[in-house]
């Protein structure tokens, strides 16, 4: 499962990118707008750092949706175009996914909306696996579900687990088959502690400088 940061900080991003560990980024109006950006501009910038970067779309309507679609989708090469998977939505991805641009249909809650998003050229299918979790449901059993069917339907749109707001989730995410899992900075951070890593460091460093003191009194 391929890991994206969920965020338009372009700090964040940074330093994810130097742990080597991501291949993209999600984005949406809420992130820029904590980010104080303009949203074109901070689209721009984390496509020079990172490669797929989904970034959404703000009108409602099919026509409008086509025409913000292929101007977001200029911006950069590395841009994935986020459409919601309402039919007015559909209906535009299904025009933008005619002329070579890759979609992201997301907000997505059951398989039937994930075959929609399949059936107009979906590049990603996003479901949202925490927002499951408010309403007391198992978002990553919907999850495999997609990625159940995907399969036995011989469907190649990619499942970006999306809404992954703790490690269970994306451990969760994984072994439901997800094809990339998204998550916030924080989230991500946190995948790579754990109480027993930390202690094994401290006693291979405790004797590792052990080994140092015998070469230190010679010296």
């Not at 391929?2 to 940074?14: G, M, Q, S």
């Not at 490690?167 to 900075?185: C, E, K, N, R, S």
């Not at 754990?194 to 202690?199: F, I, V």
Request: hydrophobic share 45%.
């Amino acid at each position: 499962m391929r890991l994206f940061v969920d965020t338009a900080d372009l700090e964040e991003i940074k330093t994810a990118v130097g742990w080597g560990v991501i291949s993209g980024v999600t984005t949406n109006p809420t992130l820029i707008a904590r980010a104080g950006r303009d949203h074109e501009t901070q689209v721009k910038r984390i496509c020079e750092l990172v490669g797929d970067v989904s970034a959404e779309t703000v009108t409602e309507k099919r026509d409008d949706l086509i025409v913000e679609g292929r101007r977001i989708a200029a911006w950069h090469k590395n841009v994935i175009v986020k459409v919601a998977c309402t039919p007015d939505g559909l209906a535009a991805g299904k025009v933008l996914a005619g002329e070579g641009i890759r979609i992201n249909v997301t907000l997505v809650f059951t398989v039937n909306q994930a075959l929609l998003a399949a059936a107009v050229g979906a590049y990603f299918v996003s479901p949202f696996v925490g927002r499951f979790d408010d309403i007391g449901e198992d978002g990553t059993a919907v999850v495999r579900d997609i990625v159940s069917a995907y399969r036995q339907q011989g469907i190649t749109t990619k499942v970006l687990a999306a809404s992954l707001r703790h490690p269970v989730h994306v451990t969760q995410a994984a072994l439901a088959g997800a094809d990339i899992g998204t998550m916030p900075f924080k989230v991500l951070e946190s995948l790579y502690k754990h109480p027993l890593t930390d202690l094994g460091i401290e006693r291979f460093m405790a004797d590792y400088r052990k080994t140092q003191e015998p070469q230190a009194i010679k010296r």
